[in-house]
């Protein structure tokens, strides 16, 4: 058998969120689509090599790219996870997620600096844990005066959820782990109007892993797909190498934690 990357598609979102607050993530744009046998196919880039050798080359384009958006959906049991994030090599990113409990909008300005919002219900989730410092009383008055506003988090949470949303050798890591079993090359396909190699890797339990690798530029991957097994989903990289400005919110929008609003 030979060593290829197996998709692990929860792995890949999880891994976003992992050192953070809460277990997975959200999207709020529409991952992309792919649509086999495009017309017109230029000559193939990568003409004579095996599925392992572009799995590789993929490997390696992936690896180095200094910013990219990764957006996905997946199940795991009675679960749903989303994500969206444009990120770069320097660890700024903005973007969203959820995790099922509620919607959180991310800006990363800097290593220290993180903005976040969320919904109340969010926050409520996110307090259930500190039920030995904060009365239920107390987690909800702490959960209504934050949900929907913009917070500047403290450098160690900053730090903390930061480092695994804006991460991008951890949010590359996954997929670029590789795995034990057999690749094959199936018909060329397009994504998002790059014509695109298609990478098929079958698992145990009937699953079906999906790797989609631009034939244009630089060999990005661009989709990965399982369908069937434990938690099946779809993630799309874009946007490879192009700015990702990230600016705070307006000081008007952000609420500071540690002081009581007006009126409360």
Known sequence: MTSVRRIRIASLICAAVAAGVTGCAKSDGAVGESTSNASAAPADTFA??????IDRKARDATSGATSVRIAGALAAGSKSFELDLAVTRAGTCKGSFNDGTGTVQVRKTSETVLYIQAEETFWR?????RSEELTPAQRD?????????????????????????????????????????????????????????ELIQKGDGGSTSTLNVAKEGKPYVLTLESVGGATPGKVTMSDYEKPVVVTPPPASEVVDPSKPRPGS
């Open 48 to 53: 004579g090599l095996t599925a392992e050798q």
């Open 125 to 129: 989730a996110a307090l259930a844990s």
């Open 141 to 197: 008055t702490v959960a209504e005066a934050l949900g929907g506003h913009w917070v500047k988090a403290d450098p160690d949470l900053a730090h903390t959820l930061g480092g695994g949303l804006c991460n991008l050798d951890k949010l590359m890591k996954p997929l670029l782990d590789g795995g034990t079993g057999s690749l094959v090359r199936a018909a060329d396909t397009t994504v998002n109007g790059t014509p695109a190699a």
